[in-house]
């Protein structure tokens, strides 16, 4: 199935369009149906956004990242609360962390 038609909110932002990570990176596209719903979606989402710098990647044009980032923003409204659970993980692993170093 398609990111378009699976994801309710991203068929309204595309219009007629179609979704270029449907078209042109199906193996992208279906990574992110089978995280839709889970936490381990904004650890997807940062993978493919931060490029490290030993890896030779080009990156992703313009208009997919505008997809991706769109994809992002529906997640985070249909469910608040696993963006919370990332947040509040990352902020005590970073209090843990900091402890260690006094």
Same mark, same amino acid.
């Given at each position: 199935?398609?990111?378009?038609?699976?994801?309710?909110?991203?068929?309204?932002?595309?219009?007629?369009?179609?979704?270029?990570?449907?078209?042109?990176?199906?193996?992208?596209?279906?990574?992110?149906?089978?995280?839709?719903?889970? @936490? !381990? %979606?904004?650890? *997807?989402?940062?993978?493919?956004?931060?490029?490290?710098?030993?890896?030779? =990647?080009?990156?992703?044009? &313009?208009?997919?990242?505008?997809?991706?980032?769109?994809?992002?923003?529906?997640?985070? @409204? !249909? %469910?608040?609360? *696993?963006?919370?659970?990332?947040?509040?993980?990352?902020?005590?692993?970073? =209090?843990?962390?900091?402890? &260690?170093?006094?």
């Amino acid at each position: 199935m398609s990111l378009k038609n699976s994801i309710k909110g991203f068929k309204a932002y595309l219009g007629n369009k179609e979704s270029l990570l449907d078209t042109n990176y199906r193996r992208i596209a279906d990574m992110i149906e089978l995280h839709w719903g889970y @936490k !381990e %979606f904004y650890q *997807l989402i940062q993978k493919l956004l931060v490029v490290e710098k030993d890896q030779n =990647r080009q990156g992703f044009p &313009l208009e997919v990242l505008q997809e991706i980032y769109t994809l992002q923003e529906l997640h985070q @409204k !249909e %469910f608040p609360a *696993l963006k919370i659970l990332i947040d509040d993980g990352s902020a005590s692993r970073a =209090r843990n962390k900091s402890s &260690l170093l006094v």
